[in-house]
């Protein structure tokens, strides 16, 4: 079975230069959620889709961060303009269903964005 | 904040030796996952204990839950080199809404 893929692995991009990053879930997973992981602390969730819907975007930075999940499968993070504090990992899950029956989440690799 | 909280936040010890990481929380919670992350890499599910749980097994590790303590801890036996790593709990509510990540242990696995 195929994991959480994400692209790309790594960006290096000027502040106030835009961004984005690529997500596609396990097949079959209705649930997707992005991460930001700053370096040395935990994922903290910027958003979560059930199919195409958006269930928590409460810690997305909307004046600059994006996203979107169109047709339930593939989700886009996009972020514009970025800030050197957006420096951070950017980590994909997806689960079967919502986590009240206890699944697990399954991460991608991550995407790595410098902001210089 | 449901947040779990990590001890300790960095943990050194030689190969075979046992290592044990604590997570603490303060509300009522469905379930706590543990999670591994290598250096570069995403994260990898470890172990899920449900609230009605004490203990759960799975190879090398052992989870325990207290929930009268708001805590849990993962013992690594026989650690080796390559479970040199972060871990991290993560508490999902009892509302099933919020699943949250704490700060992560980084562990040492020293030859």
């Known amino acids: 079975e195929a994991g959480v893929a994400q692209s790309p692995r790594y960006k290096i991009i000027e502040k106030r230069q835009s961004v984005a990053f690529w997500c596609n879930p396990i097949?079959?997973?209705?649930?997707l959620y992005w991460y930001q992981q700053i370096l040395g602390q935990g994922p903290k969730l910027l958003i979560q889709f059930q199919n195409n819907g958006v269930v928590d975007d409460s810690q997305l930075p909307k004046d600059r961060f994006s996203a979107e999940r169109l047709k339930g499968v593939d989700s886009t993070l996009k972020i514009q303009p970025a800030k050197l504090e957006d420096s951070a990992v950017y980590l994909c899950?997806?689960?079967?269903?919502?986590?009240?029956?206890?699944?697990?989440?399954?991460f991608g690799e991550g995407s790595w964005l410098t902001v210089v | 904040s449901q947040q779990g909280e990590e001890d300790p936040q960095a943990l050194s010890i030689q190969e075979g030796e046992n290592a044990t990481m604590n997570c603490s929380y303060k509300?009522?919670?469905?379930?706590l996952q543990w999670y591994r992350q290598n250096s570069g890499r995403g994260l990898v599910h470890l172990i899920l204990i449900r609230s009605n749980e004490r203990e759960k097994h799975s190879g090398r590790l052992r989870v325990t839950l207290d929930t009268s303590k708001k805590s849990s801890s993962l013992l690594i036996t026989a650690s080796r080199a390559a479970d040199t790593a972060s871990y991290f709990c993560?508490?999902?509510?009892?509302?099933?809404?919020?699943?949250?990540f704490g700060p992560g242990t980084r562990l040492s696995v020293l030859p």
């Open positions: 097949s079959g997973h209705a649930t």
């Open positions: 509300t009522s919670i469905n379930n």
């Open positions: 993560a508490i999902l509510d009892n509302y099933g809404q919020n699943f949250v």
């Open positions: 899950a997806s689960s079967s269903i919502r986590m009240r029956a206890g699944n697990t989440i399954y």
